[in-house]
């Protein structure tokens, strides 16, 4: 296991990635107001950090009361620290993931209480409030967070325009792990991410409609480039949900699996990637994702420009050597 960072309150009932010492200090010390970690990593207060030896960090978004809701500290706070991961040399691939303690009661977060359709509805009585499990990746935006302002006040600050730089700006690969509800912001957090793995209890949907709004970080562009322009309108127009099931039918997901692997599937799969060439592993994200900005004929001809760059690499000189030879590539990632 890795050296594990918390930044925030800590939950002592957290069993999520098995640990016991945070940052080499007793768990009954961090039941203080704030931690902050002795290493040069910034510290947080709506974040959980794991880094392993892999070269994997795991990221857990921890506002679990509030199902994990897009406020605009926990955005700041969330792109401050990819960027930093994204400068680590010992980071190799991120995984992105919700904290999944919280209870059932929700103060005023509307998706809460649109997802009361949904069958295994969050309200219960007491007797089902003692028990606790995943309950959202990001349940959208802060809504109490939201109502207040007007045209202006979002317009000065520039609402969500700081979350752009998660899809432009971080450049190692990135996995969603989605272990509950996707919704509004959330949705659109985890479309930012490169690869999206889902439980088969996740839920995914833009009902911003529904709160007399429109999605605001990409959702009505990047939804219908993922499932088409008539699913797309349809979730957006209706502000239905849809099922971990037909989000990887319709080309949203990559996978789903069962719920209590959801977590460990997206690792493996970060894992994995940590094994390849940093630089390679770079060209070639970027290389997909101008897919989504370019003709067909502009984004082949950028795909072959940065093919025939990874020539000067010293390790696509390894990687064929090791190939030719029969044996196993050694990166030096230049």
């Known amino acids: 296991m890795g050296t594990f960072f918390h930044y925030g309150r800590f939950q002592p009932a957290y069993p999520f990635l098995g640990v016991r010492q945070v940052a080499g200090v007793n768990q009954s010390l961090c039941h203080q107001n704030r931690y902050t970690s002795t290493t040069a990593t910034p510290s947080f207060e709506y974040l959980l950090l794991e880094k392993r030896p892999s070269g994997v ?31 680590d040399s010992s980071v190799r691939s991120i995984v992105l993931t919700g904290a999944g303690k919280g209870y059932k009661n929700v103060e005023n977060l509307f998706f809460f209480f649109l997802a009361v359709r949904i069958k295994f509805c969050l309200f219960g009585s007491k007797k089902k409030k003692k028990k606790k499990e995943s309950k959202a990746f990001s349940a959208g935006a802060d809504i109490k967070e939201m109502e207040p302002k007007n045209y202006m006040d979002v317009y000065k600050e520039d609402m969500f325009t700081i979350a752009d730089k998660i899809a432009y700006n971080v450049r190692k690969p990135i996995i969603a792990a989605v272990n509950g509800f996707a919704l509004g912001g959330g949705c659109e957090l985890a479309m930012t991410c490169d690869i999206i793995i889902a439980s088969d209890k996740a839920k995914f949907g833009q009902p911003e409609i529904n709160l007399g709004t429109i999605p605001g970080i990409g959702g009505t562009q990047r939804l219908t480039r993922a ?19 037909q989000a990887s039918e319709w080309g949203l997901v990559s996978r789903v699996v069962p719920h209590e692997k959801v977590l460990q599937e997206a690792i493996d799969v970060a894992e994995k990637i940590a094994k390849k060439s940093v630089p390679i592993a770079i060209i070639c994200k970027e290389a997909v994702n101008r897919s989504f900005e370019s003709s067909l004929k502009e984004g082949v001809l950028f795909e072959r420009r940065l093919f025939h760059s990874t020539f000067s690499t010293k390790d696509q000189k390894e990687g064929m050597s090791a190939f030719s030879q029969k044996k196993e590539a050694k990166w030096q990632d230049a």
């Open 227 to 245: 499932i088409g322009k008539s699913r797309a309108m349809e979730l957006c127009l209706t502000g239905d949900l849809i099922t971990a099931q």
């Open 57 to 87: 960090a795991i990221i857990q978004l921890n506002r679990p009361k509030a199902l994990n809701a897009l406020c605009l500290g926990l955005l700041e706070e969330l792109v401050n620290l990819l960027q930093t991961l994204d400068k």
